[in-house]
T-cell receptor, first 114, second 107 residues
Framework: NAGVTQTPKFQVLKTGQSMTLQCAQD?????MSWYRQDPGMGLRLIHY???????DQGEVPNGYNVSRSTTEDFPLRLLSAAPSQTSVYFCASSLLLNGNYGYTFGSGTRLTVV | RKEVEQDPGPFNVPEGATVAFNCTYSNSASQSFFWYRQDCRKEPKLLMS???SGNEDGRFTAQLNRASQYISLLIRDSKLSDSATYLCVVNTDKLIFGTGTRLQVFP
């Protein structure tokens, strides 16, 4: 049981490049989400999904796309990377939307855009 | 005003000390409350849920005051391994994270 697996762990992009951050969970969780964490800002919700085929925007969705074709996978796409997207990205999943059973986080992706 | 506010610290305390963290939230419709722990350069992990009646888990005690929209976490008999950042988390229709309070326990 791997929990939530994020890849890659580290990435450096040039401004304007695109890439996909991968997230997979093997706990059969319906709810999955992407957060970014910046110093002094806390974790901010980018996009989330309450089940396969359903996605919605969080607090800071601009510049990011998501899809949820299976229960297990929830990739995050950066369309045209900008230095403002330099951050640590966490994927999280939960049995329930309200998080009462806790959110399980992946180990994070450290992204630098130059 | 931020939806969830915490004192960023750092709180520097000796081993064995008792330390308390506070958190306030702005949305009175918030439904559930949590404390998460985050070690340096690691992912957040659920420490405990916070219930209206207050709840305890070993050396950790959490309290909720809905009238004042205030949450607290008390750590007794601090250990070196308690050094981390503690995140206050509030659920409205999704989880809102505070920026965290950093705790450093020294020998």
């Amino acid at each position: 049981n791997a929990g939530v697996t994020q890849t890659p762990k580290f990435q450096v992009l040039k401004t304007g490049q695109s890439m996909t951050l991968q997230c997979a969970q093997d706990m059969n969780h319906e709810y999955m989400s992407w957060y970014r964490q910046d110093p002094g800002m806390g974790l901010r919700l980018i996009h989330y999904s309450v089940g396969a085929g359903i996605t919605d925007q969080g607090e800071v969705p601009n510049g990011y796309n998501v899809s949820r074709s299976t229960t297990e996978d929830f990739p995050l796409r950066l369309l045209s990377a900008a230095p403002s997207q330099t951050s640590v990205y966490f994927c999280a999943s939960s049995l329930l939307l309200n998080g009462n059973y806790g959110y399980t986080f992946g180990s994070g992706t450290r992204l630098t855009v130059v | 005003r931020k939806e969830v506010e915490q004192d960023p610290g750092p709180f520097n305390v000796p081993e064995g000390a008792t330390v308390a963290f506070n958190c306030t939230y702005s949305n009175s419709a918030s439904q559930s409350f949590f404390w998460y722990r985050q070690d340096c350069r690691k992912e957040p992990k659920l420490l405990m849920s916070v219930y209206s009646s207050g709840n305890e888990d070993g050396r950790f005690t959490a309290q909720l005051n809905r009238a004042s929209q205030y949450i607290s976490l008390l750590i007794r008999d601090s250990k070196l391994s308690d050094s981390a950042t503690y995140l206050c988390v509030v659920n409205t229709d999704k989880l809102i994270f505070g920026t965290g309070t950093r705790l450093q326990v020294f020998p």
